[in-house]
């Protein structure tokens, strides 16, 4: 396929009222190294730009860096990789009873910022403070413009309660972070995503490292080789059916 120009203004910013999803490719495609050790450290940069995000996500790559410590912007791919396959999906027995009588509403994409900031503020044990900042969120709310990053929210009497955020690829699903505020929120809203998500073809859920969280539904640690070798398959398989039309369909189904 030929290499196309990314469309930039005149300060050399992408262009995202011009920028066609499907059409992102490079001159020069922006290549990361593999990582020398089980660290997953592969690139250290200053900035975060669009089309190296977009890059390194086709490559298995992922910003993880801590912006309020004055961190450079660090580039992982670790060994293994925590992922969830179909045949692995579980739904715990207690999710699956509170689903059918759920007191919330479910959402996609309706204030995707939003949720990156409930994922923020969320107050996680065993952390101080959150590597989600400014930087991260400019250029992950880039992404979603460009029709790449998707978040899930959870209504409860007109209130944010819960949500999600990650980016889809093909049938690859990258999750990045998730938030509570009230019971089940997001556990319900991750069920629900996962079922549509993998109704429409989804073949692969990266979790990137282990989580309890993500245990629970069945995700399994692989090597950094068999994680490469499944997304350079899947990332070519666009999904068989609208995921969003799906997602609203297992809500009214549950």
């Given at each position: 396929?030929?290499?196309?120009?990314?469309?930039?203004?005149?300060?050399?910013?992408?262009?995202?009222q011009?920028?066609?999803?499907?059409?992102?490719?490079?001159d020069?495609?922006?290549?990361f190294?593999?990582?020398?050790?089980?660290?997953?450290i592969?690139?250290?940069?200053?900035?975060?730009?669009?089309?190296?995000?977009?890059s390194?996500y086709?490559?298995g790559?992922?910003?993880?860096?801590?912006?309020?410590?004055?961190?450079?912007?660090?580039?992982y791919n670790?060994?293994?990789?925590?992922?969830?396959?179909?045949?692995?999906?579980?739904?715990?027995?207690?999710?699956?009873?509170f689903?059918?009588?759920?007191p919330?509403?479910?959402?996609?994409?309706?204030?995707?910022?939003?949720?990156?900031?409930?994922?923020?503020?969320a107050?996680?044990e065993?952390?101080?403070?959150?590597?989600?900042?400014?930087?991260?969120?400019?250029?992950?709310?880039?992404?979603?413009?460009?029709?790449?990053?998707?978040?899930?929210?959870?209504?409860h009497?007109?209130?944010?309660?819960?949500?999600?955020?990650?980016?889809?690829?093909?049938?690859?699903?990258?999750?990045?972070?998730?938030?509570t505020?009230?019971?089940?929120s997001?556990?319900?809203?991750?069920?629900l995503?996962?079922?549509?998500?993998?109704?429409c073809?989804?073949?692969?859920?990266?979790?990137?490292?282990?989580?309890?969280n993500?245990?629970?539904?069945?995700?399994?640690?692989?090597?950094?080789?068999?994680?490469?070798?499944?997304?350079k398959?899947y990332?070519?398989?666009?999904?068989?059916?609208d995921?969003?039309?799906?997602?609203?369909?297992?809500?009214?189904?549950?």
């Amino acid at each position: 396929m030929e290499s196309e120009h990314i469309p930039v203004d005149k300060d050399g910013s992408i262009n995202l009222q011009t920028l066609d999803p499907d059409k992102i490719w490079y001159d020069e495609p922006l290549l990361f190294q593999k990582p020398e050790d089980r660290s997953g450290i592969c690139a250290v940069t200053e900035t975060l730009p669009l089309h190296l995000l977009y890059s390194a996500y086709l490559q298995g790559v992922f910003p993880w860096f801590d912006e309020a410590e004055g961190e450079p912007v660090i580039w992982y791919n670790p060994d293994p990789r925590f992922c969830i396959q179909p045949e692995d999906f579980h739904v715990p027995k207690s999710i699956d009873r509170f689903l059918k009588h759920t007191p919330y509403t479910y959402t996609m994409d309706k204030c995707f910022e939003r949720v990156m900031e409930g994922c923020r503020d969320a107050k996680r044990e065993g952390q101080n403070g959150t590597w989600i900042g400014p930087k991260m969120i400019k250029a992950y709310c880039a992404l979603h413009k460009a029709g790449f990053a998707h978040s899930v929210e959870v209504w409860h009497n007109g209130e944010l309660a819960g949500g999600f955020y990650g980016e889809l690829f093909g049938s690859v699903f990258c999750g990045e972070s998730m938030f509570t505020k009230e019971s089940d929120s997001a556990k319900s809203a991750f069920v629900l995503f996962a079922r549509a998500f993998f109704a429409c073809g989804g073949k692969l859920i990266d979790s990137q490292v282990y989580t309890d969280n993500i245990a629970r539904y069945g995700a399994k640690n692989i090597s950094r080789d068999a994680f490469l070798r499944l997304e350079k398959e899947y990332l070519s398989k666009p999904l068989t059916a609208d995921i969003k039309k799906s997602f609203f369909s297992k809500q009214e189904n549950s």
